[in-house]
């Protein structure tokens, strides 16, 4: 007997169950409920794992706890359980957070409204009624996942790195995909208040069962219900009890069909929409390549720079001194002399600024030796000492390539300028799948992505390579900067 | 004479230092941006100054805005500026007050020592130099292309010359003919592209012809 009203009221799962089974009552003690569930804990996952052996291979002494357990305490284990607890006290606190958020929402969404058409101001508001919502569907799916329900969060907005406070609101204004996030907040309050009606409906006729059974002589007064008198004979009130034992076992499952439907709201609105991946990927691609154009527009116009202030006037002067030189030829030699050989010089130094130059455009030995051999000249001209140490399985694709040896040039030139650093490291690691750069250096710190700094170019180019720039640099040292590369397999 | 430099090299302005002192010119100040140019200006109040376009902060064309100030404040100030490139825009901007005593080249010019020296007279002495660059550019790109094909190759050549600003006397020197040769060229272009007969007035020759080729 005890194993069939064991297996009735806990044991059966309904089919394709969402929530993770009760735990079996013998495993009850080490078992409180909501502990057992790790963080993280997929629903499928979790139902694997606990799924029941076979009565057959339970442990002998388990089965001779189960037999001997009684109905009663059954019932009492169960509905009391601390799983059921939580699923009803879920009930208590969706409806309260349900009630506050959707306000909360209300108050944004009509603010986003009426903001609509202000330029600027517009674009504000959406952006922070949706930063809002995105925290308050934070919260709903760690309510959802204490539930056992684990939902994936949506990809929000990533702003590339260095991005204008106008660009952030902007890219989280691109995100219609999120507006899923307001919805549920207005979906959930009436749901959430259903859901917590039929809970009390339920209660109330179980106790009503109970006081009809109880047989009252005078009207009792139950929150402004009159009840009775009655005067049920035998047959009606084991009728009766029974109705409110079996409403009272039955809980547990209605419980958790509850929070299934609340977690079913939640899952069709606060996960991942495939429009939405599909929309973050398109916007994040659409940015990838936004950045690419500017990081090459940006080199481009370096290089225009350092020819138009190294070079032009380097040339232009050449020039002159020499014909300078040329009309003093026949009335002063000697001094003709002096300009030519002024001229000399001025075309050497011309020469080596001209390699500099073309080395900083693009280093020719990168492409014929490798990263390794292009940075031993990069660092052999830094007046700082820097150790390069380059461990690749295989040579990385140019571009990444490339990209790789700019990071470590832009971030050495910065050690050099700014750091007042005494040593500084090149680490360049790649196993085939990602390419690590790493640059270290004791100095002073404080370096960051600003717009327009080279480094903010540099984190735009490794962005457009889908890689990721990382520049940790507090006050006082020391500095290190760190590119991600992924590489195609 | 006296003249003020601009240029953010400063190599470029020691070159140019003394490419003016071959000339006889006495260079009063040398500065390296467009507001120490204009306070030079004031201070000196030179017969010409030498203008680098492009001059920090920005390092877009703060030397044209300069010139085009100093044209308003000091009207009897010489400008010559210089560019490492040549727009005929630039140039249309700088010469749309008026065309005395303005140049504009391209800076790689100074290389031709005498003929550097010759336009900084010529726009000390009130004329206009416009780069042979410049004047190639509004060739190629004028809307009035139809009566130019009714030149001839020499007239072009001449109506070239007279862009850049030149005399008769220059133009005659320069393509080895009489100068009898280049006044029969040079009124033959009038007639052709219905132009006001040629006014001895040089800078307002070079106006005519500049407007006719950007109009």
Redesign the interface.
């Known amino acids: 007997m005890g194993r069939t009203a064991e297996s009735a009221l806990v044991l059966a799962p309904p089919p394709g169950v969402l929530l993770a089974p009760e735990p079996d009552p013998r495993q009850m003690r080490n078992v409180d409920g909501v502990g057992s569930a790790s963080p993280g804990d997929g629903m499928h996952g979790g139902a694997a794992r606990r799924a029941f052996p076979a009565p057959a291979s339970l442990p002998r002494r388990a089965r001779a706890l189960g037999t001997r357990a009684r109905p009663i305490g059954v019932l009492v284990r169960t509905v009391a359980s601390g799983r059921t607890w939580i699923a009803t006290a879920n009930l208590l606190v969706s409806l309260t957070a349900g009630a506050l958020f959707a306000a909360g929402t209300a108050i944004a969404l009509f603010l986003s409204l009426t903001t609509a058409w202000i330029l600027g101001l517009g674009v504000l508001v959406r952006a922070q009624t949706l930063r809002m919502t995105a925290w308050m569907a934070s919260v709903d799916r760690w309510r959802l996942r204490r539930l056992g329900f684990t939902i994936d969060a949506p990809a929000l907005p990533q702003p590339p790195p260095g991005a204008s406070l106008r660009q952030r609101q902007l890219s989280w204004g691109r995100a219609g995909w999120l507006w899923r996030l307001p919805a549920y907040q207005l979906i959930r309050l009436p749901l959430a208040g259903a859901l917590a009606f039929v809970a009390m409906s339920w209660w109330w006729l179980v106790i009503i069962c109970l006081v009809l059974a109880a047989g009252p002589t005078r009207p009792v007064s139950l929150i402004g219900w009159q009840i009775g008198p009655v005067s049920p004979d035998a047959g009606q009130v084991l009728l009766l009890v029974l109705a409110a034992l079996a409403g009272a076992a039955a809980w547990p499952a209605l419980a958790r069909a509850l929070v299934r439907a609340d977690a079913f709201a939640g899952r069709a609105l606060l996960g991942p929409s495939r429009t939405g991946e599909l929309a973050a990927e398109v916007s994040r691609l659409s940015e990838a390549r936004a950045l690419a154009v500017q990081s090459a527009e940006a080199e481009r116009r370096r290089i225009e ?1 350092d020819l ?2 190294g070079l ?3 040339l ?2 050449l ?6 030189a ?2 003093r030829l026949d009335r002063d030699p000697a001094g003709a002399r002096s300009m030519v050989e002024r001229a000399h010089s001025e075309a050497k130094q011309t020469a080596e600024d001209l390699r500099n130059l073309v080395r900083g455009i693009h280093p020719a030995v990168l492409d014929e030796r490798g990263l390794d051999a292009a940075l031993s000249a990069l660092v052999a001209s830094c007046p700082v000492r820097v150790s390069v140490d380059v461990r690749l399985a295989s040579r990385p694709d140019p571009a990444r390539e490339s990209t790789a040896y700019y990071v470590v040039a832009e971030a050495v030139t910065n050690v050099t300028k700014h750091s007042s650093a005494s040593t500084a490291s090149v680490c360049i690691s790649g196993d085939g799948r990602t390419l690590r750069v790493l640059v270290e250096d004791d100095g002073r710190g404080g370096a960051r992505l600003e717009p327009g700094g080279g480094l903010t170019g540099l984190a735009a180019r490794v962005a457009s390579l889908d890689g990721t720039l990382t520049c940790t640099s507090p006050p006082g040292g020391p500095t290190r900067i760190e590119a991600v590369i992924p590489c195609a397999p | 004479m006296r003249a003020v430099i601009a240029d953010d090299s400063v190599l470029l302005r020691e070159g140019i230092t003394r490419l003016l002192g071959e000339g006889g010119v006495a260079v009063s100040a040398a500065v390296g941006d467009a507001a120490a140019l204009l306070a030079a200006i004031a201070e000196h109040r030179p017969d010409l100054a030498i203008i680098d376009v492009r001059m920090p902060p920005g390092h877009r064309d703060e030397g044209l805005r300069a010139a085009i100030e100093i044209r308003r404040r000091w009207p009897d100030v010489a400008l010559l500026v210089l560019s490492q490139f040549v727009e005929e825009r630039y140039a249309t901007e700088l010469l749309s007050g008026e065309s005395r005593s303005v140049g504009y080249l391209l800076k790689d010019r100074i290389a031709d020592v005498d003929e550097f020296i010759e336009a900084v007279q010529r726009v000390a002495d009130g004329g206009t130099v416009i780069d042979p660059e410049v004047v190639r550019q509004l060739l190629a790109r004028t809307h009035q292309a139809d009566p130019l094909s009714r030149l001839t190759r020499r007239e072009r050549e001449v109506l070239s010359l007279m862009a850049e600003g030149r005399s008769n006397t220059s133009i005659a020197r320069s393509i080895s003919v009489s100068m009898g040769a280049v006044e029969k060229h040079v009124a033959s272009i009038f007639a052709k592209l219905d132009l006001a007969p040629d006014d001895e007035q040089r800078q307002r020759r070079v106006m005519a012809v500049l407007r006719y080729l950007n109009s």
Request: charged fraction near 30%; aromatic fraction near 0%; avoid cysteine.
């Open positions: 720079r138009h202030d032009q006037p380097r232009v002067s020039a002159l001194d020499l014909g300078l040329r009309s």
